[in-house]
């Protein structure tokens, strides 16, 4: 990065770009559960079970992709990376608003894995932008960045919800359009030329990259605690817009507001709480905490039929986003300059083999003891599970000892 100048920009577009990104995926969750409905003629039940696959396909391309595209990054830098995803991201919400069945949905979501999140190459460009004492805070920043656009998608896609199921897959499309053409004119490179290193086709992949990473004292440890909690945090992802409305009846608008909620104390937390929780207590115990509040919560959750009290929780479920920048800090400041992507990258493998894991355990949990087949009606069942793989992160995390490069650390960690 040559300049502070081009810093800022940089900085700028991937907070944008997260922040838009999250607006897209925020707008298609209230009205998905519809759109399954309307185009296979099934029960919510069933709408359930498909919406679990369509999350599994999209999963499923970005465990394999993952690795490949942080890579990618590592040799021809953030920048073509990010235009490439924003791409594919606008071409899947084409896709699934034309869908005319849910083959079409699989694809659309397939595309987008393949391309790779938008995550892994912000948290790549952050990590090639701040020193290791801000990168905690900085990774912070990027999950307000989401955390904002969380408070206004939602909300945005109950409302466009009211002119079609469809139109808040076009608007998501125009979003992503917008930001590829932004950065396209706006975004310069944020990874100096002598870092970048050569491409190896060994290491693009999930299984290189573990045994790459692995050299890394303490690094696959926290991937793997990473790994858990992303399968426990997906259950909102793949769950809630069903969970909401069989529970409590809320209409899409509803279904956006209750998410709208979640992302405001996401940008609370993110924004006034993070940086101060990790300086005073280190990364290890902030993690720890959030983890400690998100097992808590997945159990109040399970059985809480109040609508109001449910809501009012969603006003505080935020905290749990201290977890992944803690995590992200840890695992990064483990990690040379040159790896960032391919960290970042398996890290995204692993995000994705969680949300892979999740709709099979919490769709598939929750159509059951909704449906006829089930003598038990609880469909508080999915939290309980993501309740207790939260715990056993939870516990991993106690156990890792807070190294670096094979030497102590500094009290922050």
């Known amino acids: ?46 709408a359930t079970f498909l919406g679990g696959l369509i999350a599994a396909a999209y999963a499923v391309f970005q465990f394999l992709m993952g690795p490949l595209v942080g890579n990618l990054g590592d040799r021809f830098g953030r920048r073509p990376v990010f235009l490439i995803s924003l791409a594919g991201f606008s071409i899947d919400f084409l896709l699934m608003g034309f869908a005319s069945n849910i083959v079409w949905l699989l694809i659309g979501r397939s595309i987008a894995g393949a391309l790779g999140a938008i995550f892994g190459p912000a ?75 050569s491409f190896s086709l060994k290491r693009a ?12 004292k303490g690094v696959t440890g926290i991937a793997f605690i990473y790994f858990i909690w992303s399968t426990a945090a997906n259950i909102y992802a ?11 009846n809320w209409s899409p608008q509803m279904i956006g507001v209750s998410l709208a909620f979640v992302g405001l104390s996401m940008v609370v937390v993110q924004t006034s709480l993070i940086g101060r929780v990790v300086a005073r207590f280190g990364e290890r115990h902030t993690a720890a905490f959030g983890l400690a509040f998100a097992a808590t919560a997945m159990i109040c959750y399970a ?32 990690t040379p300059t040159n790896s960032q992507g391919e960290l970042q990258g398996f890290n ?19 159509s059951y003891f909704t449906s006829d087949r089930s003598d038990i009606y609880f469909p ?34």
């Open 1 to 46: 990065m040559s300049s502070d100048k081009n810093q800022k920009h940089a900085i700028r577009f991937v907070l944008l770009t997260v922040f838009a990104y999250s607006i897209g995926f925020g707008i298609i969750m209230p009205v998905l559960p519809s759109l399954i409905i309307e185009l296979e003629g099934v029960s919510l039940s069933e």
């Open 348 to 366: 995204g493998s692993l995000s994705a083999l969680g949300a892979l894991i999740s709709p099979l355990l919490y769709n598939t949990s929750l």
């Open 303 to 334: 059985f809480i039929e109040n609508p109001y009290l449910s809501l009012g929780l969603c006003l505080v479920v935020g905290i749990q986003a201290m977890i992944v920048p803690s995590l992200n800090a840890m695992a990064s400041r483990r």
């Open 238 to 248: 793949v769950s809630w817009s069903y969970f909401s409305q069989i529970q409590y």
């Open 380 to 413: 508080g069942a999915p939290f309980l599970i993501s309740a207790l793989i939260t715990v056993i992160a939870f516990i991993c995390l106690l156990r890792t000892e807070p190294t670096q490069h094979g030497r102590t650390t500094p009290a922050n960690d």
């Open 205 to 216: 992949n999930p299984i290189g990259a573990f045994f790459n990473l692995r050299k890394l």
């Open 123 to 197: 948290n790549a460009a952050i990590a090639d932008l701040t020193d290791d004492e801000n990168r905690a805070k900085s990774f912070g920043m990027v999950g307000a960045a989401f955390g904002i656009g969380f408070i206004f998608g939602p909300a945005l896609g109950g409302f466009l919800s009211e002119f079609g199921t469809r139109m808040p897959f076009f608007v998501a499309a125009a979003i992503a359009a917008i930001m590829f053409v932004y950065g396209y004119f706006c975004f310069p490179e944020t990874m100096e030329k002598e870092d970048r290193r």
